[in-house]
């Protein structure tokens, strides 16, 4: 017979814990409720941090086929997708189970530091690395999930735990995703089954799971999602959040975002992250991220993927520019091979943005959504700003070497500089007495990006 433990006893117990542990927590006390929760200050670090990487790696890895890879057991065994039900017919033996993928999930070239030193080189400020996806794997040694997780069964090793060591060592901030529900999860279903009036599955999976990451491996972000099927109430979301925001040990610094439950992002959390690759048509009032793939086809690997499905580095840095103008941060995915390799084509991509943004980065890193976001004068500009310095972002060289901007307004201090060149100003004129610069581009310098950044001082 199953016991049920109230999900919100768990959190109060632990609060418990944590005081003697840890000690009370010092300032502000949030409550389990929205109202108090949402009032908390974002910490500092995110919005600073504007780019991280995202990787989304588990047994769905092993399969690595056909448009968003890691949903394959979804398709394949409850919405029998003809290509994904064709795949196994043709590839696998008859009675072959998802499960056994896992055995085949070796990871045999998992080299933790090679992997943050390519994040590193991406001009990353964080990571978000997969812990557990949808198909309920974990990526690290859950008790809550027996032979199903990679110290068991697979790789035979801590993924988790070995990541968050290496990408700490290259002063990288980690971010864990997590899954709050599991498709086939026997407990799962039967709080379905029960119209959720149940809380098994929360009481004895999701929350001591999500409380183990935090004292395990101390993230500095929790990536939350698979929150859709249920309400925050079922899922004990505020409870959660409130022992997370007061007693817990990244309590100062973690963040979050707002998949907590049906009906919740966009509207609750951290930051938003509303839905998969979210780009707002306004400056929008809240801080966001983007999620978006290189893959535009996957977020977990395809060994069946195109390279014309592939964003290429300009796409790739033209979609970060626009979020990070916007206000927002931009979270780019890869999804590694099973062996444990990243695909050269997007170590490439990762270098690239990286070497951008080594010139540029003072544009992005920061950064404040200035007065006027965008302008298409004469090749299209998006706008950053930094103290009482604008960067007016181009994408694309301007045609006769002559660039027009018609947004800033001009000053006896104004001076003008590329960062390719920060040493050199250029000469411009006013376009009216009191606003506006024709600017006189020097040489085209070198942008496999295809993007260029101008410094303004002196703008008002």
């Known amino acids: 017979?199953?016991?049920?433990?109230?999900?919100?006893?768990?959190?109060?117990?632990?609060?418990?814990?944590?005081?003697?542990?840890?000690?009370?927590?010092?300032?502000?006390?949030?409550?389990?409720?929205?109202?108090?929760?949402?009032?908390?200050?974002?910490?500092?670090?995110?919005?600073?941090?504007?780019?991280?990487?995202f990787v989304h790696w588990g047994v769905f890895s092993v399969p690595g086929f056909g448009q968003y890879s890691e949903w394959f057991w979804y398709w394949w065994q409850s919405a029998k997708?003809?290509?994904?039900?064709?795949?196994?017919?043709?590839?696998?033996?008859?009675?072959?189970?998802?499960?056994?993928f896992a055995t085949e999930f070796h990871a045999e070239f998992f080299n933790p530091d090679t992997w943050a030193e390519i994040f590193k080189a991406s001009g990353a400020r964080y990571v978000v690395f997969t812990s557990k996806h949808h198909e309920g794997f974990t990526n690290w040694p859950s008790a809550g999930s027996w032979n199903w997780n990679s110290v068991d069964v697979g790789p035979h090793r801590d993924l988790v735990g070995e990541l968050a060591a290496a990408v700490r060592k290259q002063s990288l901030h980690l971010g864990l995703y997590h899954s709050l529900y599991e498709w086939y999860h026997p407990l799962f279903l039967m709080d379905q089954a029960s119209g959720f009036k149940t809380q098994y599955f929360v009481a004895r999976k999701t929350l001591p799971e999500l409380v183990d990451l935090v004292m395990a491996y101390k993230p500095d972000l929790i990536w939350s999602d698979g929150d859709w099927a249920a309400p925050d109430t079922y899922w004990n979301s505020t409870q959660?959040?409130?022992?997370?925001?007061?007693?817990?040990?990244?309590?100062?610094?973690?963040?979050?975002?707002?998949?907590?439950?049906?009906?919740?992002?966009?509207?609750?959390?951290?930051?938003?992250?509303?839905?998969?690759?979210?780009?707002?048509?306004?400056?929008?009032?809240?801080k966001w991220e983007k999620c978006q793939s290189i893959d535009t086809r996957s977020w977990g690997y395809r060994r069946d993927m195109k390279l014309s499905e592939l964003l290429d580095l300009p796409s790739i840095i033209k979609d970060m520019v626009n979020v990070v103008a916007m206000g927002g941060n931009y979270l780019l995915n890869i999804g590694p091979m099973s062996d444990g390799m990243i695909a050269p084509v997007f170590e490439e991509r990762l270098r690239g943005l990286g070497a951008w943004l080594g010139i540029n980065g003072e544009a992005i890193y920061a950064s404040k959504p200035w007065r006027i976001q965008t302008e298409n004068s004469t090749v299209q500009v998006w706008y950053t700003a930094k103290n009482s310095t604008v960067y007016a972002i181009i994408l694309g060289w301007p045609p006769r070497q002559l660039l027009k901007l018609t947004t800033p307004r001009i000053s006896g201090a104004t001076k003008v500089t590329l960062?390719?060149?920060?040493?050199?100003?250029?000469?411009?004129?006013?376009?009216?007495?009191?606003?506006?610069?024709?600017?006189?581009?020097?040489?085209?310098?070198?942008?496999?990006?295809?993007?260029?950044?101008?410094?303004l001082e002196g703008v008002a």
């Open 81 to 100: 997708r003809e290509e994904f039900v064709e795949f196994m017919q043709k590839n696998y033996p008859p009675g072959f189970k998802y499960a056994d």
């Open 240 to 286: 959660f959040l409130s022992w997370l925001y007061n007693d817990s040990p990244v309590k100062d610094v973690v963040v979050t975002n707002d998949r907590w439950g049906n009906g919740c992002y966009c509207k609750h959390g951290g930051y938003y992250n509303c839905a998969d690759r979210y780009t707002p048509g306004k400056l929008p009032d809240h």
């Open 419 to 455: 960062l390719d060149y920060p040493n050199i100003p250029l000469k411009w004129a006013p376009v009216t007495q009191t606003s506006g610069l024709m600017i006189l581009m020097p040489a085209m310098p070198v942008s496999p990006g295809n993007a260029w950044t101008l410094k």
């Open 1 to 53: 017979m199953l016991l049920q433990m109230r999900p919100s006893y768990i959190i109060s117990l632990l609060s418990v814990i944590a005081l003697i542990l840890i000690g009370p927590g010092c300032g502000k006390r949030y409550a389990p409720n929205w109202d108090s929760l949402d009032a908390r200050p974002l910490p500092q670090w995110f919005d600073e941090a504007k780019v991280g990487i």
